[in-house]
């Protein structure tokens, strides 16, 4: 199976549950920040004719603001959409970084995926308008 039908089952299974988490505040930040880093690399790696607003179960349900909408082409969109429903559906509360989390939900291929983006897109997001949600997870990641 891969990552997309992954997520299709989840959201036939769980959907009404991914959307109830998708309208929590921590949550929310941190798909917002998942979609700003991935859009800083999407700008930098990929076509600008390709990438369109995006949209996902996530921005039907709110939890976009509309000035963080990020514009990303089809494959990023498709990482971006994995990690929303990895995102809604963890069970640590309070939820640790990726990194340091002992259990690792993402399947092989888009953990590989998240790490090269975060890699290349943290350091710039700082200058990207993307500076507080950076902060804000950097601190995340220190304490976890």
Known sequence: ???EEAID?????????????????????DIVTLAGMAEIYCADHHDDAQRVPFRSEATEAGAYPARKIPRLCPDCARHVRYGEV?????????????????NHCYAPDEAAWQR?????AGPRAMFRGHAIDAIRHLIQTRRS
Do not use: Q
Request: glycine letters at 2%.
């Open 1 to 3: 199976m891969n990552a």
């Open 9 to 29: 089952r989840a959201y036939e299974r769980l959907g009404e549950r991914i959307h109830e988490k998708f309208r929590r505040k921590d949550i929310a930040r």
């Open 86 to 102: 990895r995102r809604a559906l963890c069970t640590r509360d309070p939820r640790p970084s990726c990194k340091t989390c002992s």
């Open 116 to 120: 090269t983006c975060m890699a290349y």
